[in-house]
C-alpha cells in the first residue's frame, strides 16, 4: 500500500464501489463537508490504478471527458466530494494492488463502518461479488479428476463418493484470483480464472466474508440479498433511503400511496423486510397470470395498501407474510385471468379494511411496541393500559410500571410471609 497525495482530476468512482449515489448534498452531505473544510481530510481515500479494474463500462466512462482519470476510488467516496466541495486540488490517498474481487470488498467493509448503506445497495454489492466468483456455467466435468458430470449436483455427489476435492476455500477465496491470472505465465480461461467450482462455494464465501459464517442460516441471508438485487428497480427502490432515489421513482411509490420519505428495511440487511417483498413478488408471478396481475404492481399497490403509520418494521413484515399467504391461496381457486385479477383486488381490500378497523381501535400511543399488534389479546391490554392509566392519573409508562411492581412485590410478601 503507498500512500501519497493525487490530483484531484486523476480521480474518479470506482465501477464496483457500493454506494448507489455517492453524494446526494443532504444534512449529513453537507456536514461532512463543513468538518472536511474546517478539521481537514482526517482519513486518507483508498483507490487503485484503473488498469486494474477489468468489469466492462470501465470507471473512467464515468469521469468527465475533459479529465484524464488514473485511479479509481474503492472506498472514500463521500470524502472525495467532500474534499472537492471544500476547494481542495489535490486528495490524500493511498493506492492499493487490487482486482476487481478484492476492491468490491474493500468498498462494502469500509463503507458498512461509516454512513450506513440500504439494504439496496447491500444486495447489489453482494451481487456484484457474487457475479465475480460463481462458476459461469453448470460443470460438466470434475476440476480435480476430470471426468465427466452433469452439473453441479452430480459434481458434489461424484465428490462424496471419490477422494477428489473441489478447488478454492470458501473462507480463502477462489483457487485462481484475477491478478494471479495476470501473472501467471500459465494462461487459464477467463471463465475459470477468479470463480469457484460451485454455486454453493460462491454462497458460502459470500457468507463467510460478509457475515463472518457460513452455516445454512447465514447462506440463506445471502441469497435473501441476492434476490432482492433480482427485484425490478421500482422495488428495489423501498429499500433505499429517501435522499438516493430517482424523480421517476419517488413518483411511482406516491402513485400507489407509499410515502416516499421513508425507507423499509433496518439496513445491513437484518429487518427481512426486504426478504418479505421478494417472495410476495416471487409467489404473485408464479400464481398468476401477469397479464392479469402484474408482479410488480401488486407489491406497490400492497404495500401502500396495508402499510400505517403506527407499524413497526416487524408488524409490516408479518402483516405481508399474512397478506402473501392469503392470496396465494385464492389465487390457486381462481380459474381465469378475470378472476385472478378480481381475485387479487377483494382479498387486498378486504385485508386493507382489517388493518384499517384494527387500528381505529387501538389507541395510537400503545406501550406494548413489539407484540403482535393485531391479536385480541393485545388490543384488550391496550384498553385496559389506557384506563388504567387515566384512574392512576400518572404522566408515562415507566411511572406506572414502578407502581404495579411494589404492588405485585407488597402482595407476595404478604402471601408469601416474607419479613
Keep these: 500500500m503507498q500512500r501519497t497525495e493525487l490530483p484531484a482530476e486523476q480521480l474518479t468512482v470506482d465501477p464496483v464501489q457500493s454506494r448507489d449515489q455517492a453524494w446526494v448534498g443532504d444534512e449529513p452531505d453537507r456536514q461532512l463537508a463543513e468538518s472536511v473544510d474546517s478539521e481537514g481530510l482526517l482519513q486518507d481515500i483508498i483507490v487503485r490504478s484503473l488498469d486494474a479494474s477489468e468489469i466492462s463500462g470501465s470507471a473512467a466512462s464515468n469521469h468527465d471527458s475533459e479529465s484524464n482519470p488514473a485511479y479509481a476510488i474503492v472506498a472514500g467516496s463521500r470524502r472525495y466530494h467532500a474534499a472537492m466541495e471544500a476547494g481542495y486540488e489535490t486528495i490524500p490517498c493511498k493506492i492499493i494492488d487490487a482486482d476487481d474481487l478484492d476492491a468490491a470488498w474493500k468498498s462494502l467493509t469500509e463503507n458498512t463502518d461509516r454512513r450506513e448503506l440500504s439494504e439496496q445497495e447491500i444486495a447489489s454489492q453482494l451481487q456484484l461479488i457474487y457475479e465475480l466468483v460463481r462458476p459461469p456455467e453448470e460443470p460438466d466435468n470434475c476440476p480435480d479428476c476430470g471426468e465427466a458430470v452433469d452439473g453441479e449436483a452430480a459434481l458434489l455427489q461424484h465428490c462424496e463418493q471419490t477422494a477428489c476435492e473441489l478447488p478454492g476455500d470458501p473462507e480463502e477465496g477462489p483457487w485462481v484470483t484475477e491478478m494471479e491470472q495476470r501473472e501467471s505465465s500459465d494462461a487459464l480461461s477467463p471463465s475459470v480464472a477468479g470463480k469457484f467450482a460451485t454455486d454453493h462455494q460462491a454462497l458460502k464465501y459470500l457468507a463467510e466474508r460478509f457475515l463472518g459464517r457460513s452455516d445454512e442460516n447465514a447462506i440463506d441471508l445471502v441469497e435473501g440479498h441476492l434476490r432482492t438485487a433480482e427485484l425490478p428497480p421500482v422495488l428495489q427502490s423501498l429499500f433505499k ?83 402473501r399467504h392469503e392470496v396465494t391461496a385464492e389465487l390457486e381457486e381462481a380459474e381465469s385471468a378475470r378472476a385472478q385479477h378480481e381475485t387479487f383486488r377483494e382479498t387486498l381490500q378486504r385485508c386493507a379494511e382489517d388493518l384499517e378497523e384494527t387500528y381505529e381501535e387501538v389507541e395510537p400511543t400503545r406501550p406494548f411496541k413489539k407484540v403482535d399488534v393485531l391479536g385480541p389479546d393485545t388490543q384488550q391490554h391496550s384498553r385496559w393500559h389506557a384506563q388504567v392509566m387515566d384512574r392512576r392519573d400518572v404522566s408515562g409508562h415507566g411511572e406506572l410500571v414502578r407502581e404495579l411492581y411494589q404492588e405485585r412485590l407488597e402482595t407476595l410478601a404478604d402471601q408469601e410471609g416474607w419479613d
Design 241 to 323: 433511503s429517501p435522499d438516493e432515489r430517482s424523480d421517476q421513482e419517488r413518483t411511482a411509490l406516491d402513485n400507489y400511496g407509499i410515502d416516499a420519505r421513508t425507507r423499509l428495511g433496518s439496513g445491513e440487511g437484518k429487518s427481512g423486510t426486504s426478504r418479505e417483498i421478494v417472495k410476495l413478488h416471487e409467489a404473485v408471478e408464479t400464481e398468476a397470470d401477469t397479464d392479469a396481475v402484474n408482479p410488480t404492481d401488486a407489491v406497490l399497490e400492497t404495500v401502500g395498501s396495508l402499510q400505517f403509520d403506527e407499524m413497526s418494521e416487524q408488524e409490516l413484515r408479518r402483516t405481508l407474510r399474512e397478506f
